[in-house]
């Protein structure tokens, strides 16, 4: 028997399992290490169901977008900064958020902001029965409209988790599906200046760029200030998703940066 050549086999298939191991190991730890917030299932989709995630501007307009599902208290602080800055902007609300604090979705409706859908409960949707699926578009449409009088038509899909079917029913319920471009990170509670930079320095920033936000982020309201000065220093135009988006005839190309047509 050739001993030399068995132990340069055993090496070797040694080596090759222990690179296979870690690749595995390295996968299920992304798994768990990567928040929920940025999954994202998208293979499959035609082009007309992709969700909007920018707009294809030749003015330098971007939109600050906000998403409401769990705490209150920053809200009326995001308000505030948004009045003293004469800026517009969009909240995306879940259901569960809307019935804890009707007084700060009205007031969200009286300061001019648009007013989005984010869901019932802030599901996976692609894991959900369409009738479930439908349940989580339109519960938060109809309180809304109770304490507002406001007919949403601005979806986010919670988690970033969609399918061909998901967004079927998404505009089968009369939403553009909005998505973002722009991601704060404020969710990972980075500091005011983190997010600013992150945000004003990003390479995704450009005209139709829509930026993401959360209204419980531990440094958002901080943060906001400092980005609309920023932005409008570098002669960008802050409107809400309702004034950026083309609302007829348009298309999105496979990258979610809807065209007029």
Not at 41 to 60: A, M, R
Not at 148 to 161: D, E, H, S, V
Request: charge should be negative; aromatic fraction near 10%; glycine fraction near 6%.
């Amino acid at each position: 028997m050739d001993f030399e050549k068995e132990r340069e086999d055993i090496i070797l298939f040694t080596k090759v399992g222990t690179i296979v191991l870690s690749c595995i190991a390295l996968l299920v730890a992304g798994l768990f290490y990567f928040p929920s917030a940025i999954v994202t299932i998208s293979q499959g989709l035609s082009d007309h169901n992709i969700p909007i995630c920018s707009v294809h501007q030749k003015q330098k307009k971007v939109a600050l977008t906000f998403d409401v599902s769990w705490g209150n208290e920053n809200t009326s602080s995001l308000l505030d900064t948004l009045k003293e800055n004469n800026v517009k902007a969009s909240f995306f609300l879940t259901g569960d958020w809307i019935d804890k604090y009707p007084e700060e979705v009205q007031a969200i409706a009286h300061a001019g902001h648009d007013l989005g859908n984010h869901s019932a409960t802030h599901s996976q949707m692609t894991k959900l029965a369409e009738e479930q699926c439908r349940k989580e578009i339109v519960y938060p449409q109809e309180q809304v409209k109770k304490l507002t009088g406001i007919r949403m038509n601005l979806y986010r899909i919670p988690f970033n988790n969609y399918n061909e079917s998901v967004m079927k029913e998404i505009k089968g319920c009369g939403y553009y599906p909005i998505q973002w471009s722009v991601d704060s990170l404020d969710w990972k509670d980075y500091s005011a200046t983190d997010i600013v930079k992150h945000v004003c320095k990003n390479k995704e920033l450009k005209n139709g760029s829509i930026i993401l936000f959360h209204n419980d982020g531990k440094y958002t309201a901080e943060a906001l200030g400092e980005v609309i000065t920023q932005l409008k220093k570098d002669g960008y135009e802050i409107v809400p998703i309702s004034q950026l988006i083309y609302i007829q005839s348009y298309h999105v190309d496979k990258n979610g940066c809807q065209y007029e047509d």
